[in-house]
């Protein structure tokens, strides 16, 4: 198919192919969450679970790509559907308006391949983990803050997080230093790569490790967990 000529070489016909028969729910539509959905779609996976509670407003609009003057006040989930929508029909959006919690994770995250999380809550990070690792889901951890990101891939029974997130009381730090337009397209991009070689099943995946980015000076580090 023509839509995805430019993923051969990178990805086999079969592999591409394979993507349409796959689901991956992002919890949270807004800085890395919309990028996330826009890539995934573009790759052709088939089924995309968008989940988040909240509207677009005005401060969202210096970096969240699914915001723009028309979405303000709009749902991000359904914002998230309708742009799918346009960018390609042959993914299917299951757009779910409300926040992810105790109550709801098993029925929202049960039945996909993978998970990411495009949070900016610890403690909700915490429930996707407990969740992911009951159902057997691999999990992809993105943070953003200011010129700083964080990826991280955790399997079910590794608990990655609670090596990341030792004081589980601690804040995340991107309300103090901001979010500028790039950081979240950077760690987003970073983060479908590592589920498109988990969906392929190839390629060194950053399990047990954790990738840190520093923009600002440059660094790009790997540390061991």
């Given amino acids: 198919m023509k839509r995805y000529e430019r993923n051969m070489k990178t990805l086999s016909e079969e592999e591409n192919q394979q993507l349409r028969n796959h689901k991956v729910c992002v919890i949270g539509c807004g800085g890395l969450g919309g990028y996330i959905i826009e890539m995934l ?21 210096n970096r969240q790509i699914l915001s723009n003057e028309a979405t303000l006040g709009k749902s991000k ?19 779910i308006v409300g926040k992810l919690n105790k109550e709801n994770a ?8 993978i998970i990411i999380d495009a949070l900016d809550n610890i403690e909700t990070r915490f429930i996707l983990q407990e969740t992911a690792e009951k159902f057997n889901i691999p999990l992809v951890h993105g943070a953003i803050a200011g010129w700083y990101g964080q990826v991280t891939t955790i399997l079910p029974g590794d608990r990655t ?6 004081k589980k009381d601690i804040r995340g730090v991107e309300k103090e230093l901001g979010n500028p337009s790039f950081t979240p397209a950077l760690v987003a991009s970073i983060e479908v790569s590592e589920v498109l ?29």
């Fill in 41 to 61: 779609g573009r790759l052709g996976i088939g089924y995309i679970t968008a989940v988040d509670g909240d509207v677009f407003d005005a401060s969202n609009l």
């Fill in 77 to 95: 989930a359904e914002t998230a559907k309708a742009r799918m929508a346009l960018v390609n029909s042959d993914v299917y959006v299951n757009a």
């Fill in 106 to 113: 098993e029925e929202i995250l049960q039945g996909h391949d």
């Fill in 161 to 166: 997080l609670d090596v990341i997130y030792a």
């Fill in 197 to 225: 070689k988990l969906l392929i099943g190839r390629g060194e995946i950053l399990r047990r490790k954790i990738l840190f980015i520093n923009t600002l000076e440059l660094e790009y580090n790997i540390v061991e967990l």
